[in-house]
C-alpha cells in the first residue's frame, strides 16, 4: 500500500526565515511525487512533478527535491502570501491513482 | 478557458436524501476524479474515469456513483446520504497518455457538504 507521510503538520515562520517541509512516501514504483498548494476554501494547485532522485525544480521561493524515499520543498525567504497548506502526493507506476499525505501548514507572519 | 468546474459549492443535506456533485472540464482531458478530503486524513479517491463509459473504484467507494457520458462531465451521485459523508469534495482531471494519467492534476474549487 503507498503512504505519504508529511512534516511537520504545521510550521510558522517569520518573514525571510528560509524552511524546508518533509515528505517521507513509500511505493511500489514510483511513477511521479507532486507538491501541490492548497489556499483555504480552494482546490489544490499544482506546483511541481518530481520523477527520480537526485531530481530538482524551482520555482520563485520554491525549490522541490527528491530522494528514493523522500522529498524537501524547500522555502527561501518566505513572503506572507506564501502562507498556506503544501500537500505532496505519489503515483505508482502501476497505477492512476495519487496518494496523498495530510499536507504541512505553513504560516509566515510579517 | 474555466478548467474546472464544480457545483454547487455548498450543499446541506438531510440523512437519506441524495443529490448529485456536478464537474465539468473544459481541457479534453481524459482522466477525471473524485476526492473527497477531511480534517486529519488528507484527500482519498472516491471514483476515477479514464474516458466516456469508462469508470472504477478508488479507495472509498462505498455510498457513491458515477458515470461518464461524455469526456467533459464526471458527476458524482450520493445515493443516501449518510453524516459520515459530510466532507469536501474535490473533482480533478488530467491528460491520459500510455496507460497513466499525467502531471499536475487539475483541480477543481470544491464542493463542501454537510448531511444533518
Known amino acids: 500500500e503507498d503512504q505519504v507521510t508529511q512534516s511537520p503538520e504545521a510550521l510558522r515562520l517569520q518573514e525571510g526565515e528560509s524552511s524546508s517541509l518533509n515528505c517521507s512516501y513509500t511505493?511500489?514504483?514510483?511513477?511521479?511525487l507532486f507538491w501541490y498548494r492548497q489556499d483555504p476554501g480552494k482546490g489544490p494547485e499544482f506546483l511541481f512533478t518530481?520523477?527520480?532522485a537526485g531530481e530538482e525544480k524551482e520555482k520563485e521561493r520554491l525549490k522541490a527535491t527528491l530522494t528514493k524515499k523522500e522529498s524537501f520543498l524547500h522555502i527561501t525567504a518566505p513572503k506572507p502570501e506564501d502562507s498556506a497548506t503544501y500537500l505532496c502526493a505519489v503515483q505508482a507506476s502501476s497505477g492512476s491513482r495519487l496518494t496523498f499525505g495530510e499536507g504541512t501548514q505553513l504560516t509566515v507572519n510579517p | 478557458n474555466a478548467g474546472v468546474t464544480q457545483t454547487p459549492k455548498f450543499q446541506v443535506l438531510k440523512t437519506g436524501q441524495s443529490m448529485t456533485l456536478q464537474c465539468a472540464q473544459d481541457?479534453?482531458?481524459?482522466?477525471m476524479s473524485w476526492y473527497r478530503q477531511d480534517p486529519g486524513m488528507g484527500l482519498r479517491l472516491i471514483h476515477y474515469?479514464?474516458?466516456?463509459?469508462?469508470?472504477d473504484q478508488g479507495e472509498v467507494p462505498n455510498g457513491y456513483n458515477v458515470s461518464r457520458s461524455t469526456t467533459e462531465d464526471f458527476p458524482l451521485r450520493l445515493l443516501s446520504a449518510a453524516p459520515s459523508q459530510t466532507s469536501v469534495y474535490f473533482c480533478?482531471?488530467?491528460?491520459?497518455?500510455?496507460?497513466?494519467?499525467?502531471?499536475?492534476?487539475?483541480f477543481g474549487s470544491g464542493t463542501r457538504l454537510t448531511v444533518v
Open positions: 481541457m479534453n482531458h481524459e482522466y
Open positions: 518530481l520523477y527520480s
Open positions: 474515469s479514464v474516458g466516456a463509459g469508462i469508470t
Open positions: 480533478a482531471s488530467s491528460y491520459w497518455y500510455r496507460g497513466q494519467a499525467n502531471d499536475g492534476y487539475t
Open positions: 511505493v511500489s514504483g514510483l511513477r511521479g
